[in-house]
């Protein structure tokens, strides 16, 4: 089984860019799908992205076309490359990993990282 260790989060301003970055560990990760998700104070962790073992993509329609979601797997990282950065994407973002489901359902992911925060000002 995989660890995921998330980095890349910070403060930017509206308009701005981060690339957010997991790192796994372990053999076998081109073999399971990765998602970014993500959790403002108060609420529920949402989807954001997630790449499939073969490349395919998803994205939650309130990123799409800004967020872009990659993947490296000699260097066994996911990439989450957000531009045109809006308040509202203030969050902890969380990677995720399973080897069998590749979807916006949070329930179904096996392994998760520890976070990382991303804030926003206006």
């Known amino acids: 089984q995989v660890q995921l260790v998330e980095s890349g989060g910070g403060l930017v301003q509206a308009g701005g860019s981060l690339r957010l970055s997991c790192a796994a560990s372990?053999?076998?990760?081109?073999?399971?799908?990765m998602g970014w998700f993500r959790q403002a104070p108060g609420k529920e962790r949402d989807f954001v992205a997630v790449?499939?073992?073969?490349?395919?993509?998803n994205y939650a329609d309130s990123v799409k076309g800004r967020f872009t979601i990659s993947r490296d797997n000699a260097k066994n990282t996911v990439y989450l490359q957000m531009n045109s950065l809006k308040p509202e994407d203030t969050a902890v973002y969380y990677c995720?990993?399973?080897?069998?489901?590749?979807?916006?359902?949070?329930?179904?992911?096996?392994?998760w990282g520890q976070g990382t925060q991303v804030t926003v000002s206006s």
């Open positions: 372990g053999r076998t990760f081109s073999r399971y799908a």
């Open positions: 995720a990993a399973d080897n069998r489901y590749w979807g916006p359902d949070k329930r179904l992911y096996d392994v």
């Open positions: 790449i499939s073992w073969l490349g395919s993509t």
